[in-house]
T-cell receptor
Framework: GAGVSQSPSNKVTEKGKDVELRCDPI?????LYWYRQSLGQGLEFLIY????????KSGLPSDRFSAERTGGSVSTLTIQRTQQEDSAVYLC??????????????FGPGTRLLVL | GQNIDQPTEMTATEGAIVQINCTYQ??????LFWYQQHAGEAPTFLSY????GLEEKGRFSSFLSRSKGYSYLLLKELQMKDSASYLC??????????????FGRGTQLTVWP
């Protein structure tokens, strides 16, 4: 079946503008994760959705960042009033249930965000 | 906090064996993953260890020692296509951090002919 898809693949925006990044997880996967990969840095956890539970937002770097997941499937990560330090690759991953220790997270191709 | 260390870069020649080390200090441990990431692409799953010992999968093997907070990824019979970044990631403990992965910065491996 199809893997995790993300859109857009690239986004260039001006400082101060809002952006929305979209993630379509693998069908049937109830767990969804957002990570950020900055140049020369490791992947940084942002937020985690598990079924109908309240999301784990503890990784969001500021209140300019928010995410939602509609209908237990598609997720949107929104960055308001973008700053240059927000420039990074934003990766989405999904897994079957999020509850098993060995469960693999499958990553999408990412959205490359550049804030000018 | 969480600290995961791995070398920044490694080089090797085609046909050789290379070992990429990863050490971790985390507040909880519920498994260690290795991912491969080619430039501009998504990370892809390579291996998973939760118990001590060696897991072998074809040309790739991964080892874990929980008491030492140490893992390595062993790549045999290197091929040019193995040139990529290799990411070590530790899964959080059950509870509030369940699900999230803590990643190292990745080891960029270059395979020369």
């Amino acid at each position: 079946g199809a893997g995790v898809s993300q859109s857009p693949s690239n986004k260039v925006t001006e400082k101060g503008k809002d952006v929305e990044l979209r993630c379509d997880p693998i069908s049937g996967h109830t767990a969804l994760y957002w990570y950020r990969q900055s140049l020369g840095q490791g992947l940084e956890f942002l937020i985690y959705f598990q079924g109908n539970s309240a999301p784990d937002k503890s990784g969001l770097p500021s209140d300019r960042f928010s995410a939602e997941r509609t209908g237990g499937s598609v997720s949107t990560l929104t960055i308001q009033r973008t700053q240059q330090e927000d420039s990074a690759v934003y990766l989405c991953a999904s897994s079957l249930s999020g509850g098993e220790s060995g469960e693999t997270q499958y990553f999408g191709p990412g959205t490359r965000l550049l804030v000018l | 906090g969480q600290n995961i260390d791995q070398p920044t870069e490694m080089t090797a020649t085609e046909g050789a064996i290379v070992q990429i080390n990863c050490t971790y200090q985390t507040s909880g441990f519920n498994g260690l993953f290795w991912y491969q990431q080619h430039a501009g692409e998504a990370p892809t799953f390579l291996s998973y260890n939760v118990l001590d010992g060696l897991e072998e999968k074809g040309r790739f093997s991964s080892f874990l020692s929980r008491s030492k907070g140490y893992s390595y990824l062993l790549l045999k019979e290197l091929q040019m296509k193995d040139s990529a970044s290799y990411l070590c990631a530790v899964r959080g403990d059950r509870g509030s951090t369940l699900g999230r992965l803590y990643f190292g910065r990745g080891t960029q491996l270059t395979v020369w002919p």
